[in-house]
């Protein structure tokens, strides 16, 4: 069985899965019944300044997008931070992390920017034996309005500041979670880096609205006929974390920086998704919020089967290795053709890859009067349409060309060799440069 | 083909080779890739999910589904067997519309079940088609424990016992083992001599010596087992059946179902195994209906089964009786046999019909029969056992019988329903135990 022990930062934890701040970590019963259900580490849910506590809406605070069949695929919310005072969180964390030593115990942290806030309470939440901290920069609703959360985070030079800070109060581990509210994830990133932080995490969640209900004619979730933008989390928004961690990856400056993937994890393959392109371990909110704590059982099970397929013994041998083909699209080879094929076996007759590639892409599917869909090799671009809109996993497919075949659309042979924009003679600065 | 279902008498090859394996091919085909995916989508991760509750071996459902789902069948095929060792077979033979899928949440909203059981099958095959053992034996223990009965109960309690490093030998008087999965269970459920290859993969555990033709009562007794081995499981099934205690029960033809189906179960062609034109079958179980879809699927012309009571009270479950229906049986209830008509041979039996108290009514009813097949239940057969509670034995709910280091489980043993997950069960639960007493 590979191994599937976790050193993020220094900080140990008995596998990458761990749970992100939020209701599932919002106190010692959930995180107690969280890892005896196998979670390796919790982002506890953010701590604000001691004194009364911020209140949360007292009506809904979740909205959804529901797929086929009731499937939740996105989740938005208008919650703030803890509700609870300080001092109980503080007491239960110090509770939960003697009793489990080897499990991660981070500290999410929100206090308004200034520097003896963060220098208070730091050393102070330090004191529960907590392996580290997560300085909460993301939440994009009700606290960025106080100067606080996705507000710090969208202005990078603050992120660098509280870092510092952050560095400085106390000597442990320092986890900037970043807000996707933002045109360009590699300032905040940079800018974490600059300030000394040890990691980034991301995404928190983006700003949404999940509905307008057309009667009352409010955003939903609806209060008392008004709504707001909430914070957008779940399997929809994977795509856009993912890319924002391939970007922090990939970027010579920040190449080194450890990365804690968050955003729509929900299976195995999503968490070795993420960390297949950086991330050095995964944080779960919405899976959790939607299937309960039993699910890292699959994630568990899944993780270290596809390891002993592969050979892997550690995580730490997978970490990063799809990061190096992220690339630009200039430096995409152009010489690589494919053409979509549809195999007639598998194929239930729906018609939906004709209607797409008909009405919307190259008229390159040929329908004949019982049904039977052919691709026209001299129209098909290879868009991959059809094989996005088909129902039947891997009835259409894509045969890649060899070198040298025609290449019925454009009646060239396909070119040998890896040839790409930056030298295509219809690259307008190629041609400048001849 | 000489022989058609028209033929007269008791003959073989009533139909061709070829549809003979048609008949007797997979119940339900199994799924494929895309079905299974397809299936999986449906299930809900419920919380505490009542599926697992109904499942007599506790398999965590939700979660093996899931692990189809996300594309790790083999990793649902753990969650299954760490459960159930025969978790193929349960796949395949289980009752699941009265267990796992009765109680779905989406056949109680929409009475369309998640496919359970097509869905475990899809899981225990991909596993076992890469003829791997997914379990480790521990190291030895140098205990000795003598299974008797290489059934699922036996079975599943000897692997567990070697998987904790015990060293176990099974015993059984049949000359194979698998009990009731090589001699019972319908063909269609079990094709391709799966009873006996799952045996051979469960073995790979390795700890585990299986000696048949070894009668408990004739070359071994309880007596020597208990003095030679640190504990004892029984696990010896229901070797007896019930007579229908008539007039004429002795002529030709009359026969025990449950000796039907293993003569037909161990047959190495179909085609040579004769069924007769008109067959009559006495029960209302499984064994009954069993008994009765494979003498239609055999050839013969005309199969009915009588049940004495009303057909909301048979044990078959609705589905059994619909299959039964569907492949042509025809189903008569409240009909009590009388008398077997025939000279050497069965020619007719006699039924008065009775109302649901099986009290007479006076009305009879004659039907051609060229063979009749007694399904009315095994009993438990044996001496010097341990004290029995009703017909079976006594045990408690971890199996211990009335004599200390000896343990029993499944067909024979009191409580739980008669069934291959049962018994798959209170197999693996009197492991559990007995290797807590011994360590
Ligand atoms: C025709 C038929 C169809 C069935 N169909 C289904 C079905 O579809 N689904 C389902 O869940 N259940 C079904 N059942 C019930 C199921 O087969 C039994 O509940 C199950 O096999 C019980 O397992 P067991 O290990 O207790 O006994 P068995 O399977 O009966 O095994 C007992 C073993 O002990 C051996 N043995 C007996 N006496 C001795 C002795 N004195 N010494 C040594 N060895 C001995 C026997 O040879 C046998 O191998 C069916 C039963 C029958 C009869
Ligand atoms: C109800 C709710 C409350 C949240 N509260 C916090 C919070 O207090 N602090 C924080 O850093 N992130 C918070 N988040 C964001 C999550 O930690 C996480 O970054 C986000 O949900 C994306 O992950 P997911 O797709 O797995 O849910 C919250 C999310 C939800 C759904
Ligand atoms: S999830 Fe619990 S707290 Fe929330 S609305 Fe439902 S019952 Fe109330």
């Not at chain 1, 300032?187 to 700003?207: C, M, Q, R, W």
């Not at chain 1, 993420?274 to 899944?302: D, P, R």
């Not at chain 1, 990061?323 to 194929?347: R, S």
Request: with cysteine.
């Amino acid at each position: 069985m590979a191994d599937l022990t976790s050193d993020f930062i220094g900080i140990k934890s008995p596998n990458p899965f761990w749970l992100a701040s939020a209701p599932p970590t919002d106190k010692e019963y959930n995180v107690r019944r969280a890892f005896e259900a196998g979670w390796g580490g919790v982002v506890w849910k953010t701590l604000g300044e001691e004194g009364p506590p911020v209140v949360n809406v007292n009506g809904p605070r979740y909205g959804a997008i529901h797929g086929a069949d009731r499937r939740l695929l996105g989740l938005n919310n208008i919650e703030l931070i803890t509700d609870r005072p300080l001092e109980v969180n503080l007491e239960e964390m110090t509770r939960v992390k003697k009793d489990y030593p080897d499990h991660a115990l981070i500290a999410s942290v929100m206090v308004p920017c200034e520097e003896d806030a963060w220098k208070k309470i730091l050393p102070q939440i330090a004191e529960t034996g907590c392996d580290g901290f997560e300085l909460n920069f993301g939440c994009p609703h009700g606290m960025a309005e106080r100067g606080m959360g996705s507000a710090v985070g969208q202005v990078p030079d603050y992120i660098e500041m509280v870092s510092r800070w952050a560095k400085e109060a106390t000597g442990l581990p320092v986890i900037v979670k970043l807000t996707p509210n933002i045109t360009n994830i590699l300032y905040p990133a940079e800018a974490a880096l600059k300030g000394g932080a040890d990691a980034v995490s991301l995404i928190n969640t983006i700003n949404s609205i999940t509905g307008v209900n057309l009667d009352v004619m409010s955003p939903e979730p609806m209060i008392d006929g008004k709504g707001t933008h909430g914070g957008y989390c779940g399997p929809a928004v994977k795509p856009i974390a993912m890319n924002m961690v391939a970007e922090i990856a990939r970027n010579p400056a920040t190449a080194n920086l450890p990365i804690s993937g968050i955003g729509g994890i929900t299976t195995w393959r999503d968490a070795a998704e993420f960390m297949a392109l950086g991330a050095g371990n995964v944080q779960v909110c919405t899976a959790a919020m939607t299937y309960g704590f039993k699910i890292v059982q699959e994630m568990i099970s899944g993780l270290s089967q596809w390891m002993d397929e592969k050979g892997y013994t550690s995580t730490s041998d997978f970490v990063g290795m799809a990061t190096p083909n992220v690339t630009d699209w200039q430096y995409l080879n152009l010489n690589h053709i494919t053409k979509a094929e549809i195999n007639q076996d598998d194929c239930i007759k729906c018609g939906r890859c004709y209607a797409a590639c008909e009405d919307t892409s190259h008229q390159a599917i040929e329908m004949s009067d019982d049904r039977v869909f052919t691709v026209k090799d001299d129209e098909c671009v290879a868009c991959n349409l059809c094989v996005n809109v088909c129902p039947v996993e891997g009835c259409i497919t894509m045969r890649t060309l060899d070198a040298g075949e025609m290449d019925e659309r454009t009646g060239q042979p396909v070119a040998a060799g890896y040839g790409n924009w930056t030298a295509h003679p219809n690259n307008p600065s190629v041609q400048a440069a001849e | 083909m000489t022989n058609s279902p028209l033929s007269q008498g008791v003959v073989s090859g009533r139909l061709s080779s070829a549809e003979l394996a048609e008949n007797f091919a997979d119940l339900h085909a199994p799924l494929d890739d895309h079905e299974a995916l397809v299936a999986a989508d449906r299930c809900y991760f419920c919380h505490d999910a009542p599926c697992m509750e109904a499942c007599p071996t506790d398999i965590d459902i939700p979660l093996f589904i899931r692990q189809i789902s996300t594309g790790t069948p083999e990793a649902a095929a753990r969650t299954i067997l760490s459960q159930n060792i025969l978790g193929g077979m349960c796949a395949r033979v289980c009752p699941t519309e009265t267990l796992c899928e009765e109680v779905c949440v989406r056949e109680v909203a929409e009475g369309k079940p998640v496919k359970i059981g097509e869905l475990q099958r899809y899981a225990t095959d991909t596993l076992m088609a890469e003829d791997t053992h997914p379990f480790e034996r521990d190291a030895s223990t140098g205990k000795k424990i003598a299974v008797v009965g290489a059934g699922p109960a036996g079975l599943s309690a000897a692997h567990r016992l070697a998987m904790y490093g015990h060293d176990v030998t099974v015993f059984d008087g049949r000359a194979k083992p698998g009990g009731l999965n090589e001699f019972g269970i319908a063909s269609y459920k079990s094709v391709d001599n799966f009873a006996a290859r799952e045996v051979e993969w469960l073995l790979q555990i390795g700890g585990i010596t299986v000696e048949t033709g070894k009668r408990l009562g004739e070359r071994l007794s309880l007596e020597t087992l208990k003095a030679d081995y640190d504990a004892v499981f029984l696990g010896i099934g229901l070797g007896g059946v019930n007579a229908l205690g008539l007039e004429g029960e002795d002529k030709g033809g009359v026969l025990d179902a449950v000796d039907f189906i293993s003569n037909l179960r161990q047959a190495s062609d179909l085609t040579n195994v004769a069924i007769g034109r008109d067959v009559v079958v006495i029960g209302g179980g499984m064994t009954a209906v069993d008994a009765a879809v494979q003498a239609k699927l055999l050839g013969a012309l005309n199969v009915s089964l009588v049940y004495r009571r009303g057909r909301d009270r048979m044990a078959a479950s609705v589905f059994e009786q619909d299959l039964a229906a569907s492949k042509g049986v025809h189903i008569i209830s409240n009909a009590s046999p009388k008398a077997v008509i025939g000279n050497g041979a069965v020619r007719e039996i006699e039924f008065e019909y009775t109302d649901n108290d099986l009290k007479a009514t006076g009305q009879t009813v004659r039907l051609p029969a060229d063979q009749v097949f007694k399904a009315i239940g095994q009993t438990l057969s044996g001496d010097g056992l341990p004290d029995l509670d009703g017909s079976k034995i006594a045990v408690d709910g971890t199996g211990r019988t009335s004599v200390d280091w000896i343990w029993a489980g499944g067909d024979c043993a009191s409580g739980g329903d008669d069934l291959t997950v049962t018994a798959v069960a209170e197999g693996r639960d009197a492991a559990e135990d007995i290797h807590a007493s011994l360590s």
